[in-house]
């Protein structure tokens, strides 16, 4: 039998790292990687408003015209990025003129470097860090801001994590920002949502609207 692996405060983590494969709709609040499904990845690019936005072309005649915004989408704890990935592709269908960015951050080298061969092979736009924002030593906030660009943020993280002083400052800091935050599952006590999908369990934090 593995040896089972403890969090900070001793409670067993769900053993992922013995597995040859991602389990799906493993719903327990310890586990380290548990990935978004299509359907919720659908939802929460509706809900984020991701793709072609809409600008009123004439402000008293009411007339609007799709523009295509730069958008870019970063998913903090991105896992082998096959969420990011298939959400890029998504918006990239819906509207081909889009060409979305998308940057996955992640702690775990060997996701990353999966991330990395998988968006290469599918030919999305995106780009893959390694990094730890539970530590937050190099301010993430500022390096997603002012060198990546990011507009929009997907988050998929336990409560704990969400409750940390660093992944909080990093969350207020963006949506503060104008960054669109989308969470899933597990919702930050500290920031108000401005719009909810109640059945795939999303809430978009979105100073803007
Ligand atoms: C629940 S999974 C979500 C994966 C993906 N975003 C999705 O929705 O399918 C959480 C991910 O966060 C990563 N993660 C957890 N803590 C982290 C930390 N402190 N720094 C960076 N990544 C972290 C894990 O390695 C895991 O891949």
Redesign the pocket.
């Not at 586990?31 to 978004?36: C, G, K």
């Not at 951050?105 to 775990?108: G, R, T």
């Not at 990094?131 to 539970?134: A, R």
């Given at each position: 039998m593995p040896k089972t692996m403890e969090d900070s405060d001793g409670l067993p983590l769900f053993a992922f790292q013995d597995l040859d494969y991602i389990p799906s709709g493993f719903g327990g609040i310890l586990?380290?990687?548990?990935?978004?499904t299509a359907g919720t990845m659908r939802a929460a690019a509706t809900l984020m408003r991701l793709g072609f936005q809409t600008e009123e072309d004439d402000k008293k005649g009411g007339n609007e015209t799709l523009i295509a915004h730069q958008e870019v989408v970063c998913?903090l704890?991105?896992?082998d990025g096959?969420?990011l990935i298939s959400l890029l592709a998504h918006i990239s269908l819906l509207t081909p003129l889009a060409l979305p960015i998308g940057l996955g951050?992640?702690?775990?080298p060997s996701?990353i470097a999966s991330a990395g061969i998988a968006s290469s092979l599918q030919k999305v736009n995106a780009s893959w860090l390694i990094?730890?924002?539970?530590d937050d030593r190099e301010d993430l906030v500022s390096q997603l801001i002012d060198k990546h660009q990011v507009t929009h943020m997907?988050v998929?993280?336990v409560p704990k994590?969400l409750a940390l002083g660093t992944v909080r400052r990093i969350l207020t800091s963006l949506c503060g920002s104008g960054v669109v935050v989308c969470c899933?599952k597990f919702y930050p006590e500290y920031l108000t949502p401005a719009r909810r999908d109640a059945l795939m369990e999303l809430a978009v934090y979105d100073e803007s609207s």
């Open positions: 586990a380290p990687y548990i990935e978004t998913d704890g991105c896992g096959y969420f951050i992640d702690y775990d996701l990094y730890n924002f539970n997907f998929y993280l994590q899933h």
